[in-house]
């Protein structure tokens, strides 16, 4: 690659080009229902019972035949006996969830009875099935309970416990390696003092760590890594095994910056400069069948880069469905500029029902996204948006 960025792709082509060259990943686990929140069902469900798999009382109050009910009301009860059986003419008391005697077809609410010694007052008629929940009426046997894909959610997990399920197959999560790079980078676990001038401590990974656990992969991170572009390479063919490998810094065009080079050395570099501010620098490859993202050393650049490459990459390769991302409506309280040609990412906090930009903050100023609420995204053809202007806000993970 020569020192200057010869062309810059969109980011939507720079996606697709990624997202092409990954293939999902097929392994399967078993993994208990404790821990499936959150995992992708590598297989359909079908029901083996039913749910209930008995007559159950929908409320508490008195078993009854219903039959023994017509016309009952506050003004007109009609008397029916306390017993241990149903018959003609008698009641049971039940609880919310037992078992519906045998001979019953209907409960009686509590709130429409009043008990006087052996005797219970119905002030309410009530029909066959009424307040009785019946074989199969949440799940029936050999029903499709949930499909193959399935994003597994905490009431996904109670669901299957109803189905006698301790244990369930899932898509296996993809390993993403992340190779920090720098001279300049120290290492959290080893300093002991602020760091000199020049120096600084290696957070890049922690970050990218952590999101890479969040959407669903899991993080590997190795030890920093020189600016050499044969410590480099080593580094990422010792990780060739894992499913995505994430090399951080040294993706621009200066004399310490010899990741994308490495990558098309090793594989094919399908972009090196993306249509995205911040987050240009960018680059995009495989080797073999192992995507790889060359994310920007400044801290938002490389955040912006996890946002709009790794999260879409890490799904593909996992399998994982897109869930819809919260965007709320708000109006601006400042103007927002922005380059045309780049999507602009604008961080933005919430001052009541409107939204201010914050100014001054650039890519390698990470304190302005935890400072920031949202984001807004200004489209490469729109040169910024005025004051007033309704914009659409999306959360910052």
Not at 62 to 86: C, E, F, K, W
Not at 287 to 308: M, N, R, S, W
């Amino acid at each position: 690659m020569g020192r200057i960025f010869k062309e810059r792709t969109s980011v939507d082509k720079a996606l697709r080009l990624f997202l092409e060259s990954i293939s999902p990943l097929r392994h399967t686990e078993e993994v208990p229902l404790e821990a499936c929140a959150g995992r992708v069902l590598a297989e359909a469900v079908v029901s083996g019972r039913d749910v209930p798999h008995y007559r159950r009382a929908a409320m508490d109050g008195y078993a009854v035949r219903a039959s023994d009910t017509p016309g009952a009301s506050p003004a007109n009860p009609v008397l029916l006996q306390l017993s241990d059986s149903i018959e003609e003419g008698t009641s049971m008391w039940v609880h919310t969830g037992a078992a519906l005697p045998e001979g019953a077809d209907a409960v009686v609410m509590v709130e429409d009875t009043v008990t006087a010694g052996d005797l219970v007052e119905i002030r309410a008629q009530v029909y066959p099935g009424r307040n009785v929940g019946q074989i199969g009426e949440d799940i029936k046997r050999e029903d499709l309970v949930f499909e193959e894909g399935h994003l597994l959610r905490p009431c996904d997990a109670a669901v299957l416990a109803s189905l006698g399920l301790n244990k369930v197959k899932v898509f296996r999560k993809p390993v993403v390696a992340i190779i920090p790079t720098g001279d300049e980078l120290v290492s959290r676990e080893t300093a002991r003092e602020v760091p000199p001038p020049g120096m600084v401590l290696e957070t890049n990974g922690l970050m990218t760590a952590l999101y890479v656990d969040r959407w669903g992969g899991i993080p590997r991170f190795t030890g920093i890594v020189p600016d050499r572009p044969e410590s480099i390479k080593e580094a990422v063919e010792a990780n060739l095994d894992a499913d995505m490998i994430l090399l951080s810094g040294g993706t621009s065009v200066g004399k310490r910056d010899h990741s994308p080079e490495v990558v098309a050395s090793l594989g094919k570099l399908l972009v090196h400069g993306v249509g995205l501010s911040p987050g240009k620098p960018a680059a995009l490859g495989a080797i073999g069948k192992t995507p790889v993202v060359c994310l920007p050393g400044y801290p938002v650049a490389g955040l912006v880069a996890l946002y709009f490459f790794v999260h879409p990459g890490i799904r593909k390769l996992g399998s994982i469905p897109e869930v819809p991302e919260i965007v709320l409506r708000k109006r601006l309280v400042a103007k927002i500029s922005s380059k045309i040609g780049y999507v602009n990412f604008i961080r933005v906090v919430f001052e009541g029902d409107r939204v201010r930009p914050l100014m001054g903050a650039g890519a390698g100023v990470l304190s302005s996204v935890a400072k920031a609420d949202g984001y807004v995204l200004v489209p490469e053809n729109v040169e910024g948006y005025e004051e007033g202007q309704e914009v659409d806000v999306f959360l910052i993970e």
